[in-house]
């Protein structure tokens, strides 16, 4: 078996974890991503993954893709994967390793990198179209906050209105009360005897004869 470390799960972790400056749960995921595309890692007797040199240059080849090709975790798995394929296949096939020697795991390796090359344009690509996506988002939500704030503005000048016309209305409603007031106290008011203090003397011969007489 082809061990680094032979301890339990969370010890070999956090040692490899530490010689290759991530976190563990960084290489809990990287070693996922493998599993996820045919590496076999050698377990322990409770399951735990072992971390052998194999492992931990597949993991170093794919964190040099991902920082250099800036790919994602699952196409540097992918390319890793390919490629240790191809170089096992080529390994394997004795007469044309005899003819190419050591050139032929390097012209594989070349035709990998090629390939990530292509793909990398078009990681490219989507990066550019998702930066265009998200300046256009950020755009709809400026003109969304400004045209909320418009809207606030609005809101605010039409309760200004209404309480403009209330109070004018009110101030009709007032006057108009007041004038019917008037109005109707000036139709009830009786008019004022006329000379009714005169009438009396008359009725009692208060007054001199020639008036009466007259």
Avoid at 59 to 76: F, S, T, V, Y
Avoid at 180 to 191: D, T
Wanted: hydrophobic share 35%; charged share 30%.
């Amino acid at each position: 078996m082809n061990m680094h470390l032979n301890m339990n799960e969370a010890g070999a972790t956090t040692e490899t974890a530490k010689e290759l400056g991530i976190g563990a749960s960084t290489l809990r995921k990287y070693a996922a991503a493998l599993e996820e595309h045919g590496h076999r890692f050698e377990r322990a007797a409770n399951k735990s993954r072992l971390f052998g040199t194999l492992e931990i240059e597949r993991i170093k080849e794919m964190m040099n893709l991902m920082r250099e090709q800036n790919l994602p975790l699952n196409d540097a798995a992918v390319l890793v994967m390919e490629l240790n394929h191809e170089m096992a296949a080529a390994a394997k096939d004795g007469s044309d390793q005899q003819q190419t020697g050591a050139h032929a795991p390097l012209i594989e390796q070349e035709k990998v990198l090629q390939k990530a090359g292509v793909e990398q344009e078009q990681v490219k690509q989507l990066n550019s179209e998702w930066q265009i996506l998200q300046e256009r988002m950020a755009e709809l939500q400026r003109e969304q906050t400004k045209l909320m704030k418009q809207n606030e503005q609005l809101q605010e000048q039409v309760e200004e209105q209404r309480l403009w016309i209330k109070e004018k209305l009110d101030e009709d409603r007032d006057r108009q009360l007041i004038t019917n007031l008037r109005s109707y106290q000036g139709r009830n008011q009786k008019p004022k005897p006329k000379q009714r203090g005169h009438s009396l003397r008359m009725l009692f011969g208060l007054l001199p004869k020639s008036r009466r007489e007259a």
